[in-house]
């Protein structure tokens, strides 16, 4: 009988792995549903509640304004107290709003619910990925992540068909749209239910007998556990100040240059994205396409190929030399379109099918690096800061661009979305280190930083843009 012992980076793919993958899809499933569900719901919203521009405008924002909150606060929540607790309460709350939605009597109330809402996927994102991250060995690791962006989207194409079939049910039909989210929130809270604790955080904060059951228990006998105590960084049970002094802890640890490279890189990814995408038949419109709107299903269904392109070439290709090339491309494909205003429709159409691709290749780097690149105790942290600045990018592009088009026309807005595309390019060029054969700690830099005892083959330094050794 073989009593090797492996390490929890290199452990064989068990159906206890497969599952962690599974669940840790629901957050971005019902992110991607309860965004695309809104859109198709508002129009009616605003007829039968009167909201108006202005009530209209908050109401599509508000789950994204509640995201900002749940990455910041709940971020370093997860990090003191565990992942596991929170993974099962938040998706409860999506049951419960989605629900509620169908009662909300005035826009007021809908915000409310849906700021929420927010919160509760804000929290979402550092609570799953973090727990995903810290159970799958090593090769799962970065193709699970980069999964979870297409389930995304996903879930945002299905809501478009939910709500194309219940636009037919009458008066109210956005009631039955909006309350349609507590479906897939249901499934996914059940399955999360009697998930385990991450044993490298019950590890991270004394709790060594707890760790070694849930080894034990669902990473089997093989799993060598003396390896991850030695790896993992031992702190205090309960960290002193509020919750927000994580942050403040990352920064004194050394992390704020990853803190920074993650929330840069992912904000000049999805602040182009956010605004090209929901004004696109807008875009493609002054830039001469006719049925614009026929020409935007067919641009948006390559955000799904090109999410899945990335999830296939992130181990191979590497995610320095991914998410640089991905921005190289997207930047030029908009570059393209705004130096040519006088192109065919078919080249222009041709052109935002390549800035899609791109953007979605790289954006499967959104849950990968922030993962990788923040030790066990303040992973949570870090991902949350860096989902929290996110959102204002989207919310920022998405707000500005139709402000920007309107002054100075369609190019200047084009222009402007490639100039943010260049300093995503030129701070990756300079911070993205390459992780993809690293095991968690080394990746993090937790050895460098004397938290974990080093081992002997070369890495990359996180946080300086040297090519990985092969």
Known sequence: MDTRKVPLDDLPTSRFHR??????????????????????????????????????????????????????????????????????MNLLVFVVCSALQFFAGDAVSLFLIRFVMGIALG???????????????????????????????VGFTASYAVGY???????????????SAAVPSLVFLLLRLGTPESPRWLLSVGRTDEARAVVTEHLGPSA????????????????????LSGIGELFRRGYGPMLVFCSVFWVCQVAPSFAVKTFQPQLLTSLGVHDALGASVLV???????????????????????????????TAALLGLGINPWATGGLVI?????????????????????????????????????????RIGSAAGTFLLPL??????????????????????????????????????????????????????EHTRPGRPAQEQL
């Open 165 to 179: 079939l219940m636009d037919g049910l009458g008066d109210g039909a956005w009631r039955w749209m909006l309350a």
């Open 123 to 153: 929290a979402d994102y550092p609570i799953a990925t973090a727990l995903a991250t810290e159970f799958l060995p090593r090769r799962l690791r970065g193709p699970v992540l980069a999964s979870l962006v297409l389930v995304l989207w």
């Open 300 to 330: 948006q269904s390559f955000a799904i190929v090109g999410t899945a392109l990335g999830m296939l070439v992130i181990n191979s290709l590497g995610r320095r030399t991914l998410l640089l090339a991905s921005m190289t491309v997207f």
């Open 19 to 88: 599952k962690v993958a599974v669940v840790a899809a629901g957050g971005p499933f019902c992110d991607g549903y309860l965004l695309g569900i809104i859109a198709v719901a508002l129009p009616a919203i605003s007829n039968d509640l009167g909201t108006g521009a202005l009530g209209e405008g908050l109401i599509g924002a508000s789950a994204l304004m509640g995201m900002f909150v749940g990455g910041l606060v709940f971020g370093p929540l997860t990090d003191r107290l565990g992942r596991s607790g929170m993974y099962t």
């Open 224 to 243: 060598d556990f003396d390896a991850l105590v030695a790896e993992t960084r031992t702190a205090t049970p309960v960290r002193k100040g509020l919750p």
């Open 404 to 457: 920007t088009t309107d002054r100075w026309g369609t190019s200047a807005g084009l222009y402007i979305a490639a100039g943010i595309g260049m300093l995503g390019l030129a701070v990756s060029w300079r911070m993205a280190p390459e992780t993809r054969r690293l095991s968690l700690a080394r990746a993090s830099g937790a050895e460098e930083r004397g938290h974990a005892p080093r081992q002997p083959a």
């Open 350 to 390: 041709t052109l935002f099918i390549v800035f899609n691709l791109a953007e979605a290749a790289g954006s499967a780097l959104q849950f990968v690096y922030p993962n990788e690149l923040f030790p066990t105790e303040l992973r949570g942290t870090g991902m949350g800061v860096a989902t929290a600045v996110s």
